[in-house]
């Protein structure tokens, strides 16, 4: 019967022959308890041998019979058991996971940053501050636009109110449609960019594609 050394706790000593012949002897001890003889033995069948139940079973055994404990330990061994690994958690291994591949992600861009092509140009509109600003020009292209109808019909028709409104929302009208021929041209030439840039992209990809079979 061999001592769990998972389970040990505390001083644990190597047995010798004066420890093997004090346990055989309590084991066998009336003045003893049931319980300590019962102790005794279990300490018998051990090679390593637990301190504290080891000092119990002498200190309860009678002074003037017993050995010293100087001449039991008499070439005894301390026996030392590396501590258990402490075990990780599945969310610390996920996070140290994602950790580890960000930065295999950030090493593989340092190095292919010299061939890889541009990131895609910036969507039209795509923030707050240019969707504000192209509001803003709409408004204010569509007010001219009423401005110089306006004037234009009240010039022309002898300051009639309602044919100067009408003049106005012609005016409104045909600078809604100036805008919008406008931002067809910007978005084209967008779209024109974007193509150019992706046809690029193949080969690119294919030199990027070598450098990672040669690493």
């Known amino acids: 019967m061999g001592t769990d050394k998972s389970n040990r706790v505390g001083l644990v000593i190597s047995r010798t022959d004066p420890i093997r012949d004090f346990l055989s002897d309590a084991s066998k001890d009336a003045t003893l308890s049931d319980e300590l003889q019962r102790t005794s033995s279990d300490l018998l069948l051990q090679s390593e041998i637990p301190y504290v139940?080891?000092?119990?079973?002498?200190?309860?055994?009678?002074?003037?019979?017993?050995?010293?404990?100087?001449?039991?330990?008499?070439?005894?061994?301390?026996?030392?058991?590396?501590?258990?690994?402490?075990?990780?958690?599945e969310e610390l291994k996920a996070r140290l996971k994602k950790l580890e591949d960000i930065a295999?992600?950030?090493?593989?861009?340092?190095?292919?940053?010299?061939?890889?092509?541009?990131?895609?140009?910036?969507?039209?509109?795509?923030?707050?501050?240019?969707?504000?600003?192209?509001?803003?020009?709409?408004?204010?292209?569509?007010?001219?636009?009423?401005?110089?109808?306006?004037?234009?019909?009240?010039?022309?028709?002898?300051?009639?109110?309602?044919?100067?409104?009408?003049?106005?929302?012609l005016g409104l009208v045909g600078a809604m449609f100036v805008e919008t021929f406008l931002f067809i041209i910007r978005s084209s030439n967008a779209d024109a960019d974007k193509t150019r840039e992706s046809s690029q992209k193949p080969r690119s990809s294919f030199s990027t594609s070598r450098i990672k079979k040669n690493q």
């Open 53 to 89: 139940p080891f000092r119990t079973v002498w200190m309860a055994s009678d002074p003037s019979t017993r050995p010293d404990l100087t001449r039991l330990f008499s070439g005894t061994r301390f026996i030392f058991s590396s501590p258990k690994p402490r075990e990780k958690s």
């Open 104 to 169: 295999e992600r950030k090493a593989y861009q340092e190095l292919v940053k010299d061939i890889t092509p541009p990131k895609d140009v910036q969507e039209p509109f795509s923030s707050y501050k240019d969707q504000l600003g192209f509001g803003l020009h709409v408004v204010v292209t569509m007010f001219t636009g009423y401005l110089l109808g306006y004037a234009a019909f009240r010039a022309l028709f002898n300051h009639s109110p309602a044919m100067n409104a009408a003049g106005g929302i």
